[in-house]
């Protein structure tokens, strides 16, 4: 009996000893992660890095609820994407419907029958959150708000956003229109890709032209209150009305970390702001971003065999960085495994090899190694004239 009680004071002990060492001693690198994440007002938030798309921070992020204007970073990428593949051109020239000239909310003024581009009409989204623009856009690139709202929720799932769906291109109050403050960060890392927004987004001041010259130029005043205030902040977009509360995705930007969060459902315009820098300050303060490759930059040269080049270079296929928790920047680590050489013809883009990234000798990521240019095969007419050219 007294040998069963030693060893249960000595289990005691060995508990005491190890609760004490956790709470005297919890400054490992994850434990000091942990114990500073932020206190967020807002009832839904997240943090994500931009380039990895990992969560640093998350509240209540899967909770569906009205985004209100911030459905407009949907409307933008979407336009972004028929921009990119030629189906629209920032030229266009964009002719405001009734429908649009009928629309509620926050707007730039746009008059039935005025003609703008495109471009004047997503920089007033951008910097405006104008709901009439926003409709004469939808209307332009999906042929009516319908087709344009089913390009909306086709690109949702395309993502894999699972608690979205849109209704309207500009986030006036509907019951059936929802999304989380998850799917809004996907959505949001997405749209960042496209430099072009960002000429907008940092703008605090501009002003739209009308066609009709009589009419006085339209102020465009950013909502965004957190330019100019917060280091590394550029976008992204703001939301509110009465059901959705305030809302907004905030992007910032300090070498080579670029983070994105989002703050729904918040009670004041101050808090949303508020919660958004305790957020970018705890992934800024915890966090950082190690590039290990650089889209177009040369990672080797390799030979070709029977081609008209001797060698040719690879380089890496696209940007890639690594998130990683501020001191452990060291234990990144990368191999580039290519062939000795390779045989033509060659054709540029063509996956040559990978570079794998590790971290303490785990891989954790890849990035394919493309030819620089094309190589042709050499034909015996080009070993003739090599020849020839040799002789003379």
């Not at 006036?172 to 949001?188: C, F, G, R, V």
């Not at 930059?297 to 960085?321: C, F, H, N, P």
């Not at 191999?335 to 971290?359: C, H, S, T």
């Amino acid at each position: 009996m007294k040998y069963i009680k030693n060893i249960f004071i000595k289990i005691i002990a060995i508990n005491m000893i190890l609760l004490l060492t956790i709470y005297l001693f919890p400054f490992t690198a994850q434990a000091r992660v942990l114990q500073n994440q932020p206190s967020i007002k807002s009832p839904s938030a997240i943090l994500i890095d931009a380039s990895s798309g990992k969560v640093l921070y998350e509240k209540n992020a899967h909770q569906r609820l009205e985004p209100a204007s911030v459905t407009k970073i949907m409307t933008l990428l979407i336009a972004f994407e028929a921009i990119e593949k030629g189906k629209a051109n920032f030229n266009d020239q964009v002719k405001v419907s009734e429908r649009a000239w009928k629309t509620g909310g926050s707007q730039v003024f746009l008059g039935p029958g005025e003609v703008q581009t495109l471009e004047t009409l997503l920089k007033c989204i951008v910097i405006s959150s104008a709901n009439d623009a926003s409709v004469a856009v939808a209307e332009h690139i999906g042929g009516s708000v319908e087709g344009f709202v089913r390009m909306m929720n086709e690109k949702a799932k395309e993502l894999g956003l699972k608690n979205t769906n849109f209704t309207n291109p500009h986030g006036l109050s509907d019951p059936n229109l929802y999304t989380t403050a998850y799917d809004i960060a996907i959505i949001a890392k997405e749209l960042i890709k496209y430099p072009k927004f960002f000429e907008w987004s940092t703008k605090l001041v501009d002003y739209l032209e009308h066609t009709d010259k009589k009419r006085e130029p339209t102020m465009l005043a950013n909502t965004n209150k957190l330019l100019g205030k917060y280091e590394g902040l550029d976008g992204i977009k703001t939301g509110y009305h009465e059901k959705a509360g305030f809302c907004f995705v905030g992007s910032a930007k300090r070498g080579n970390l670029r983070l994105i969060s989002v703050v729904m459902n918040a009670a004041s315009s101050n808090d949303r702001f508020e919660d958004t820098k305790k957020l970018l300050d705890y992934g800024f303060g915890y966090f950082n971003s190690v590039t290990v490759a650089k889209k177009g930059a040369t990672a080797k040269r390799i030979k070709v065999e029977k081609g008209l080049q001797e060698d040719i270079e690879i380089v890496y296929k696209e940007d890639k960085s690594v998130l990683v928790e501020k001191g452990k920047e060291n234990e990144i680590t990368t191999k580039i495994e290519i062939p000795d050489k390779i045989i033509a013809p060659v054709k540029k883009g063509e996956k040559v090899g990978i570079l794998k990234v590790y971290q303490e000798n785990k891989e954790i990521g890849q990035v394919d190694l493309v030819a620089k240019q094309d190589v042709k095969k050499i034909t015996y007419f080009d070993i003739l004239k090599n020849l020839i050219r040799g002789l003379l």
